[in-house]
C-alpha cells in the first residue's frame, strides 16, 4: 500500500473526470482521504465526490490551496489562465509544488501566469487512473527540485506507471498518444461491437465478445514480453480470417488513417496553448 505519510497534502483545483480518476488511483493504492482537498465549483459533482470518496470538498478554489502543499490543476485549458491568475497571491506567499494536467498548457504559461517562482511540474494522466491501471508522461522545470520531482512521481504513479520526457515539446506528443489514446480505444471497442452486430451477432454478445477480446489482446500486449506485431502474426492464420481483416485494414490505410488522428491531437496541444495565451 502506498499510504502517503511523508507526502503532503494533496488540491485538486477541478474535480471533474480526470481529478475523478486521479483520487480513486490515490485512494485505491492507500492514501489518506482526510489529506485530498478539492476545489469544484459545481455542487452535483462535490455531492458526488464526497459520497464516492470522502475527500475534503470546498467550493472555492483558493480555500482549497490553501490547504495542499501540492496542487493539482485540473481545470480546462481554456480556464487555466483565469484559474492560475486567481491564485497567484496564494502561489507567491506558498510557493507550492504545481501540477497541472491541462493539454497544451506550457510551464511557462502557468509560471507566468500564477507569477510566482514556484516548482511546476506538467503532466499528463490518462482515465485508466481510475483503475490504477493509467500512465502519465511528464515533465519537469529545470528549477524544480529532485525532491519535487519524487512527490509528482509518486503522486502520479498511484495512477498506474510514469514516464518522464526531458523537451517539454513532447508533452502534445504523449498527450496525443496515451491521454486521448483511451477514447481510441473505446471508439474501436464501440465499432467492433457495432460491425458483430451488422453480421448478425445479439448485441449484448457482441459487446461482450468485443470488451474481452480488447481486454486479452491488451493484457497480453502488457503481460506476454512479446511485439505488437509478433502476437498480431500469431493469431494471422495464413490466408486464414485474420488476414482477410488485416488486408481490408490495410487497403483502407489503417496505419496513415492512426497517425493522421495522432498528428491532429498533437496540433490541438499546441493548438490549446497559442489559444489561451
Ligand atoms: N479527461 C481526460 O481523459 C483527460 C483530461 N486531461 C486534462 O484534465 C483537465 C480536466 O479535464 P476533465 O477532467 O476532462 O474536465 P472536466 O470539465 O470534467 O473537469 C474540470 C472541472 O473543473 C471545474 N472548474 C472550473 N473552474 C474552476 C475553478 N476556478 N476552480 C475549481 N474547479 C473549476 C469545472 O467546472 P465547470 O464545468 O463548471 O467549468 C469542471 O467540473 C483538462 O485540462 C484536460 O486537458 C488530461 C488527461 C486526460
Ligand atoms: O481531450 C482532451 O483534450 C483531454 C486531454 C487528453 C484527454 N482528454
Redesign the pocket.
Known amino acids: 500500500m502506498t499510504e502517503l505519510p511523508a507526502a503532503p497534502d494533496v488540491t485538486f483545483?477541478?474535480?471533474?473526470?480526470?481529478?475523478?480518476?486521479l483520487i480513486g488511483g490515490l485512494l485505491a493504492g492507500g492514501a489518506s482521504a482526510a489529506r485530498i482537498h478539492v476545489?469544484?465549483?459545481?455542487e452535483a459533482?462535490r455531492t458526488a465526490l464526497a459520497k464516492d470518496f470522502n475527500v475534503d470538498l470546498h467550493a472555492?478554489?483558493m480555500s482549497?490551496a490553501a490547504c495542499g502543499r501540492v496542487w493539482v490543476?485540473?481545470?480546462?485549458?481554456q480556464?487555466?489562465k483565469?484559474?492560475c491568475e486567481?491564485l497567484s497571491t496564494l502561489a507567491i506567499a506558498q510557493r507550492p509544488l504545481v501540477i497541472?494536467?491541462?493539454?497544451?498548457?506550457t510551464t511557462n504559461q502557468i509560471a507566468r501566469w500564477l507569477g510566482a517562482r514556484t516548482a511546476i511540474v506538467r503532466s499528463?494522466?490518462?482515465?485508466p487512473a481510475l483503475l490504477g491501471a493509467g500512465i502519465t508522461g511528464l515533465y519537469a522545470t529545470p528549477e524544480t527540485s529532485a525532491e519535487d520531482r519524487s512527490v509528482a512521481d509518486r503522486l502520479l504513479r498511484a495512477a498506474g506507471t510514469t514516464v518522464w520526457v526531458e523537451e517539454e515539446s513532447l508533452m502534445d506528443a504523449v498527450?496525443a498518444v496515451s491521454?486521448?489514446g483511451?477514447?481510441y480505444v473505446f471508439l474501436l471497442a464501440q465499432s467492433l461491437m457495432e460491425a458483430g452486430v451488422k453480421e448478425g451477432l445479439d448485441p449484448t454478445q457482441a459487446e461482450a465478445l468485443a470488451n474481452q477480446t480488447l481486454l486479452g489482446a491488451a493484457r497480453m500486449l502488457t503481460e506476454s514480453g512479446e511485439t505488437a506485431e509478433v502476437l498480431r502474426q500469431r493469431v494471422t492464420s495464413p490466408n486464414g480470417t485474420t488476414q482477410a481483416a488485416i488486408e481490408s485494414f490495410q487497403a483502407d490505410q489503417f496505419e496513415a488513417i492512426v497517425a493522421r488522428a495522432v498528428h491532429a491531437a498533437r496540433v490541438r496541444g499546441a493548438e490549446?496553448s497559442a489559444a489561451n495565451e
Open positions: 483545483i477541478g474535480g471533474g473526470n480526470m481529478a475523478r480518476s476545489a469544484e465549483p459545481v459533482l472555492d478554489a482549497a490543476m485540473a481545470v480546462k485549458p480556464v487555466m483565469i484559474v486567481s497541472s494536467i491541462a493539454a497544451g498548457i499528463m494522466p490518462n482515465t498527450t491521454g486521448s483511451p477514447a490549446l
